[in-house]
């Protein structure tokens, strides 16, 4: 038995075409549609409250020592508090932390915060503690940014705020380090949260 | 009959007529860009609502609203309607007979790049 093969026409050449444009089609809006939308803007505007009672309550330490132990719990806490804020709404919007997208999200936000953590005992060994608000500020905010390429837009722009931030804390004199540390972790989280959890749902 | 109805019919002959090619018709409910645009953002997001779809494929809540409605009736979705509050809230969830139309769609689209390249 034997088949006659279609001719090659522009007919076919246009369905073939379409087909590839289809599979794109499919790839980019699954691509587009697999942001981790699970950041939490509640959690957010409660970490930026416990860092402002943080930079208020590190202005009045009596030693270097006593504000790095207070900024690093006050740290601690606010994984905690931005932690279970996520894995509740990652619950409440369907997306799963184990998802490809939510893999990517923490492959790309925890190595700027480890970098930052190594940084800040080099910081520390070198008696620079008072640069180190800037130090934070920007590599908290290279982590936020780079988590608003596969998160919500607003995230984006959060980070470049904490990245301008911590520019500024490395440039302006030492001791504002409070105020810069008030502005980003507590204004900018405060504000950023407010507008994530009214568009995004909590 | 529309244009996607008028190229799955095409496609569907076009891989009738190929050697060793599966003889089967493009699901015309899914050929449409909007249906195929809800599917595939459902396929890898376990719920997402009204908003966020109508976002991300920047459509009109008329258009999102008739093409989801298409979907529901072919069973290849679920809709949910509930309240946040005082908001109503419409939430949408794909169907194991969804998940299996999306991936036969897929078949068919890498069948017939396939058939095309080698003639």
């Not at chain 1, 930052?116 to 060994?125: R, W």
């Not at chain 2, 195929?36 to 999102?64: C, P």
Request: glycine share 12%.
């Amino acid at each position: 038995m034997s088949f006659s093969r279609p001719p090659l026409t522009g007919r076919n050449l246009d369905l073939g075409e379409r087909a590839s444009a289809d599979l794109c089609f499919i790839r980019e809006t699954m691509d587009r549609a697999s942001a981790f939308a699970a950041v939490p803007g509640l959690g957010w505007i409660i970490m930026g409250g416990t860092a402002l009672v943080t930079a208020l309550a590190a202005t009045r330490t009596g030693s270097t020592a006593e504000w790095l132990a207070l900024w690093v719990v006050a740290a601690g806490l606010s994984a905690t508090i931005g932690t279970s804020f996520l894995v509740h709404k990652a619950r409440r919007v369907g997306q799963s932390l184990e998802s490809r997208v939510g893999l990517r999200f923490f492959g790309t936000l925890v190595p700027p915060l480890v970098a930052g953590a190594a940084l800040t005992a080099v910081f520390v060994d070198a008696g620079l503690e008072a640069r180190l608000p800037g130090l934070w500020l920007l590599s908290y905010g290279v982590a936020v940014t780079g988590t608003g390429n596969i998160s919500l837009k607003l995230v984006t722009w959060a980070g470049v705020v904490f990245m301008a931030l911590g520019l500024c804390a490395l440039a302006a004199p030492a001791a504002l380090g409070d105020l810069w540390m008030a502005l980003g972790f507590g204004g900018a989280h405060m504000v950023f949260g407010w507008q994530i959890a009214r568009r995004h749902d909590g | 009959m529309g244009d996607g109805a008028k190229a799955s019919k095409r496609a569907g002959s076009h891989l009738r007529r190929l050697p060793g090619k599966r003889p089967a018709e493009l699901d015309p409910t899914i050929h449409e860009r909007m249906r195929l645009g809800i599917l595939s953002a459902l396929a890898v997001n376990d719920v997402l609502d009204f908003k966020d779809l109508k976002g991300l494929l920047d459509a009109t809540d008329g258009n999102l609203s008739v093409h989801a409605r298409k979907l529901e009736e072919a069973g290849y979705l679920t809709t949910r309607k509930s309240f946040q509050g005082r908001t109503p809230r419409t939430t949408f969830r794909l169907t194991a007979a969804g998940r299996r139309a999306l991936t036969r769609y897929l078949d068919h689209m890498e069948a017939l790049i396939r058939a095309v390249r080698d003639e």
